[in-house]
């Protein structure tokens, strides 16, 4: 019997597969593609207190091995996600990790008091989003404002609380003591790296927003080295992501310390990719006769 | 259904300088696909990740086949451009929502393509349970005409003269005296804003192909909005995908 459960703060996913925030939506699209039901779990795009319209177009572009994106936090306000959203995924046997997003505090505060009400099971604090001019990653660059906004969510939340970090830090792991410090649930790392690219043809920013996040595989190996720094410095669970597109990706953050991942960009070049990493997974632990998915758990240290 | 799968390259043809026709033998996509929809091409050399959105230009639904017309302009056209009868390539598809055909029934209706726009009009054409127009807008070099003049009424312009009306479509439109009770357009932003004024100008409904930059092209990412001129029912702001809400929109519906 193979044993794919793992726990984050008390809720149980049945896998360690979730989705990364934003590239997702919150399902719909892609349970054209895949059985929701056999994912760890489904973790929403950003949601604020109200709608955001996001950043002008172009809004993404391609890197080699990767991609940079400026959507700019565009959503449709934690109203109608309650309304539309949230049933949805009710409907499937999956966890639901709600992505928060906000300017200012009390915009953060906000979205987590109305979800407190709601049938959800983890929320993801985004204090790393590169590409909105306030909030967002201004909180992730301090750790004493980590400190005081993991605090002020953990008061009004109703459920256990992820912060999730960035990576355009001198030393994640500051951070990330920071959140455990705030009394954060868990931590999920990394966000987009802040990427530029530039057309030469037309001599000009490939995004209308300059800079943008940077994603998929080309990414990955700062992304386990984060992870694994992490799990040196903190005992919360950590849910690792960053060009997760294969089973193999998968494990090497799970062997790094990750007790779940999420895929991201993965899913625009392959809309099957977190079924196969889930069931890939699987064949891994039978190919090493491992029984159960916690024993991988920072095996390498 | 949307799947992406496996396409086998049937055959690839150079059509006019850069310009390449290229048929695929699908599984499942060619037998649910319209005409206005389009597919995401992948490249497979792990480096170039995003997916390129090609039009369909032809659906043959009995053998399952498509066919895409397309114009070199970077890294993935150009490796597109190297496929072979007997290769394979991976497509996403069908998507987006295409032309309303039924509104277009029993009507006259303006097929209008400029430049690289042209190819989605030759399906849409063959299947339009009306009488199509086609006004198709070149820079120079004619493709597809052949195929077009068997599908309905054909009127050229080109920027240089050197076929049809020299000018752009609409200066084709005007010279020929054509009318019509609607229009479907695609092709360059300029084209479908002047489009749009004429149709307003005209008094007939005006849908539009738009285009934009693609991550997921399923409506997951959020990355390729247009501006809507009212606020969305799935953004809840004025903001409209042209993934999966488009990419065919009312004109009056998008800002141009
Ligand atoms: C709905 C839709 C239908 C289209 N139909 C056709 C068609 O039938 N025939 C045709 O020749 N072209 C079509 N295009 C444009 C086509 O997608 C681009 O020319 C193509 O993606 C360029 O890829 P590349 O790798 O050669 O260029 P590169 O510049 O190397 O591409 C880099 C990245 O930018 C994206 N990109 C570049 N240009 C465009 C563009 N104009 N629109 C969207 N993304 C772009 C690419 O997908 C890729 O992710 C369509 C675009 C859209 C949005
Ligand atoms: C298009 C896009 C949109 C994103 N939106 C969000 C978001 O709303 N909130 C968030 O916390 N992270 C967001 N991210 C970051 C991802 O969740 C993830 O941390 C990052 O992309 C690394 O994982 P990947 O390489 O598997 O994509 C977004 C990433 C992409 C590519
Ligand atoms: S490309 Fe992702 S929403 Fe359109």
């Not at chain 1, 809004?59 to 949230?86: W, Y």
């Not at chain 1, 995924?89 to 966890?95: F, G």
């Amino acid at each position: 019997m193979i044993d794919t459960r793992v726990n984050i703060a008390g809720v149980e996913l049945k896998n360690p597969v979730m989705t990364a925030s934003g590239t997702f939506g919150s399902g719909m699209e892609y349970s054209e593609f895949v059985d929701l039901s056999r994912l760890g779990g489904v973790v929403t795009k950003g949601v604020a207190d109200v709608p955001w319209p996001g950043n002008p177009t172009p809004r993404v572009a391609e890197t080699t091995g990767g991609m940079l994106n400026a959507i700019g936090l565009q959503n449709p306000g934690i109203d109608v996600f309650c309304k539309r959203d949230i049933p949805f995924l009710k409907q499937h046997d999956t966890k639901i990790m709600v992505n928060v997003c906000g300017h200012s505090t009390e915009e953060y505060l906000r979205v987590v008091e109305r979800l407190a009400s709601e049938p959800v099971d983890l929320l993801e604090i985004n204090i790393s989003c590169p590409n909105v001019k306030e909030g967002g990653i201004a909180f992730g660059q301090d750790p004493k404002a980590v400190e005081t906004i993991t605090r002020e969510v953990k008061k009004v939340a109703a459920q256990p609380v992820v912060m999730k970090l960035s990576p355009n830090v001198t030393d994640i792991t500051v951070m990330a003591r920071a959140a455990e410090a705030g009394g954060a649930d868990a931590v999920s790392l990394i966000n987009t790296l802040t990427g530029m690219k530039i057309d030469v043809e037309r001599q000009t920013f490939a995004l209308a927003n300059k800079t943008g996040g940077m994603s998929g595989p080309a990414v990955k190996p700062v992304a386990v080295r984060m992870v694994y720094q992490v799990a040196q410095s903190v005992n919360i669970p950590i849910i690792g992501m960053g060009g997760i597109a294969t089973a193999e990706d998968a494990l090497e953050f799970i062997l790094a310390g990750a007790t779940a991942v999420s895929v991201g960009t993965a899913n625009f070049f392959n809309p099957y990719a977190t079924v196969e990493i889930a069931e890939g997974i699987e064949n891994y632990m039978k190919r090493h006769n491992i029984e159960k998915l916690t024993d991988l758990i920072g095996a390498v240290h | 259904m949307k799947v992406k799968e496996k396409c086998i390259v049937i055959s690839q043809d150079c059509i006019a300088k850069d310009i390449y026709s290229l048929w695929l033998k699908t599984d499942k996509i060619a037998a649910q696909a319209r005409p206005g929809q389009f597919v995401s091409v992948y490249c497979n050399d792990g480096g170039h990740l995003l997916p390129r959105p090609i039009s369909l230009c032809e659906i043959n639904q009995e053998k399952g086949t498509l066919r895409l017309v397309y114009r070199v302009v970077g890294k993935g056209t150009e490796m597109f451009a190297a496929l072979k009868a007997g290769d394979s390539v991976e497509v996403l598809g069908p998507l987006g929502n295409g032309f309303p055909m039924e509104e277009a029934e029993g009507k006259r209706v303006f097929l209008i393509g400029g430049g690289i726009g042209v190819p989605p009009m030759l399906e849409t054409a063959k299947q339009l349970k009306g009488e199509p127009v086609l006004v198709m807008g070149y820079r120079d070099e004619l493709f597809l005409t052949d195929e077009m003049k068997k599908a309905g009424e054909l009127v050229i312009a080109t920027e240089d003269g050197s076929a049809g009306t020299k000018g752009n479509v609409l200066d084709a439109i005007r010279e020929n005296d054509l009318k019509a009770d609607m229009i479907f357009a695609c092709g360059p932003k300029p084209m479908l804003r002047a489009l749009k004024a004429y149709g307003l100008e005209n008094n007939i409904p005006c849908y539009v192909s738009m285009e934009e930059r693609m991550a997921c092209g399923v409506g997951a990412c959020l990355g390729c909005v247009c501006q809507s001129t009212e606020v969305d029912d799935h953004s809840q702001v004025k903001n409209k995908r042209v993934c999966k809400d488009g990419p065919v929109f009312l004109s009056t519906e998008v800002e141009l």
